[in-house]
């Protein structure tokens, strides 16, 4: 790991504005991700700026009926909230399936939204890799393919976005809030939040470099029944392979995102429209773009049927 300083932030502002003053620094709270890229050098800030001090870690009501979520609230206590396992019951679920407890004790809301991807090419710093290193190239394209995307990639990328909760907060049509040094405050819909790769996949979201995510916003809930089923290579502490997120109707219109298949949450609302008509029909439509690779064409066939899957719990 590379020498780095250290200071904490006293608010929100302040944070954002020790971050704008120093190109190499970057925001840390649970640093279940960061640390980790910064022991491979991955990542090497020069500067860290903690905001575990600032008074983030609330769940409270909205006016709107909804929840407002602060970007410092850990993952266990966000998937144990009755009001979330109640009203939102796919992201506690999503919640729980990812990471161990230990890691869902210490890891943050903002944090999980912000993860990178586990490409291994990414965590391998002896192969090029456009994400790690702007046009050095892609060695996943050619490579061993099989748990990366089958759609939204591009020639310069085909990694997955790792986060189940991301999943969970795009089915629930979430809004990120965010803060920069002048105060200025912006409010991010979650479908606008995550960013295909084109030409620059280290480019990952859409926030400034000193842009501090404040919380996490649920509409007012919509009802139906909430499912999360991930498929994944060994039954905990794995990523996905494929994931569903839905949200179903008693007349069987609903809400599906999917993980493990793109660089960002895949929602495509149209496609929608044909959750009644069963999980090919959604799944054709969902994935209409896909352009796999002979190691994870499986994708396809398997996102159809977790999704399937999802529709039959829904109705038992």
Not at 168 to 179: F, G, K, N, P, Q
Not at 257 to 269: C, F, S, T
């Amino acid at each position: 790991m590379k020498p780095f300083t250290y200071e904490r932030a006293q608010s929100a502002t302040e944070a954002a504005a020790a971050v704008a003053a120093n190109p190499g620094a970057k925001f840390i709270a649970g640093g279940t991700n960061l640390l980790d890229l910064m022991k491979l050098q991955i990542e090497a800030p020069v500067h860290l700026v903690d905001v575990n001090r600032l008074a983030l870690d609330r769940i409270e009501p909205t006016p709107e009926g909804g929840l407002r979520i602060g970007s410092l609230v850990r993952n266990t206590d966000l998937a144990a909230d009755e009001r979330v396992r109640r009203d939102y019951g796919v992201l506690s679920r999503a919640l729980l399936a990812g990471a161990s407890g230990q890691l869902r004790n210490k890891a943050t809301t903002a944090g999980n939204l912000l993860q990178r991807t586990r490409c291994p090419y990414f965590y391998d710093t002896d192969q090029p890799c456009n994400k790690r290193r702007p046009g050095s190239g892609c060695s996943a394209i050619g490579g061993v393919t099989r748990q990366l995307a089958i759609v939204g990639a591009s020639k310069a990328c085909i990694a997955t976005n790792p986060s189940d909760m991301a999943v969970a907060m795009r089915v629930l049509d979430a809004s990120v809030e965010t803060i920069r040094p002048d105060g200025r405050a912006r409010v991010i819909p979650i479908a606008d939040f995550h960013r295909l790769p084109g030409d620059t996949p280290h480019i990952e979201t859409t926030l400034a470099r000193d842009e501090l995510i404040t919380g996490v916003t649920l509409p007012k809930p919509i009802g139906g029944t909430h499912i999360y089923r991930k498929v994944r290579d060994r039954a905990s502490y794995a990523f996905a392979l494929v994931s569903v997120a839905a949200i179903v109707q008693r007349d069987g219109s609903g809400r599906v995102a999917l993980g493990g298949v793109a660089h960002k949450p895949w929602r495509i609302e149209a496609a929608e429209a044909a959750m009644p008509q069963g999980a090919k029909a959604v799944t054709v439509r969902l994935l209409a773009d896909a352009q796999p690779t002979h190691e994870n064409a499986f994708k396809l066939p398997l996102a159809e049927r977790a999704l399937a899957a999802a529709l039959v719990q829904a109705r038992s």
